[in-house]
């Protein structure tokens, strides 16, 4: 599955660090530190507005539409005011927990420590690509110890595009001179890690995070766990 490619281009978030998991703990922790029980229901309540809405911001924010800052104060605006608290001091409080917090945490997707460890003692190189805010995500990679295993680490904010614009693509393949044929980008998100590879000549194989199944690409490997890589490696 990846044994013909020279070049590996992995996304963080849901692909190796997982961001689900963390997130949920970290907001868990900011719910109960700000006692948010006075407002909602239950932390389930709460978690379910933030993360829809969360998903609506960053799909803006890949687009254009919105900038980083609006992103990180407004979806916690969002599910306060849901439940009719006008608060902007608790919103702006609660979004500088989180991410003081969330990067803190080190949880994995699992087999991703394997598969790293695998791609570390092989000869291929290994970049990042992740389009999370470049502060964030470096103490991320920091607190799980992520660094040494990437030859390139390449933050969106740094290069000025977000995936799938091509041109993040082209910076990872320049960076690695690389050729996009010898070249395979891993990630859980289908427009910004798959179609944007595709659109730039690049393979990809698709950690689907659902159970709903997309429609076959030729250019495509949909797998639903990192062990369906490590089976066909240890396969051969």
């Keep these: 599955m990846i044994d013909s490619y020279k070049h590996i281009f992995i996304d963080l ?3 190796i660090w997982d961001f689900y998991a963390n997130s949920k ?3 868990n922790e900011v719910y109960t530190q700000e006692r948010l029980n006075r407002y909602f229901q239950s932390f389930d309540d709460f978690y379910k507005l933030y993360a829809d809405y969360n998903k609506i911001l960053w799909e803006k924010y890949g687009n254009g539409e919105v900038t980083k800052e609006f992103v990180a104060f407004e979806r916690f605006r969002h599910p306060l005011s849901t439940v009719g608290v006008a608060d902007d001091d608790l919103a702006e409080r ?3 927990q989180f ?3 969330l990067p803190t945490k080190t949880a994995l997707k699992p087999y991703a420590k394997e598969l790293l460890d695998y791609l570390k003692n092989s000869s291929k190189s290994v970049t990042l690509i992740s389009n999370g805010f470049t502060a964030v995500q470096e103490k991320k990679m920091n607190s799980a110890n992520l660094n040494s295993y990437f030859d390139h680490i390449i933050y969106s904010e740094n290069v000025g595009a977000l995936k799938p614009d091509k041109k993040i693509f082209e910076f990872a393949l ?3 001179q690389a050729q996009p044929s010898e070249t395979v980008m891993i990630g859980d998100n289908y427009n910004a890690d798959i179609l944007g590879a595709i659109n730039s000549g690049i393979d990809a ?3 689907n995070n659902t159970t709903k199944k997309v429609t076959p690409h ?3 490997v949909e797998i639903f766990g990192l062990d369906e890589i490590l089976d066909v490696i240890k396969e051969k």
């Design 13 to 15: 978030d849901d692909t």
């Design 25 to 27: 703990t970290a907001l």
């Design 94 to 96: 609660m979004n500088k």
């Design 99 to 101: 991410l003081a917090t």
């Design 174 to 176: 320049k960076l690695n």
């Design 205 to 207: 194989i698709y950690l």
């Design 218 to 220: 030729e250019k495509v």
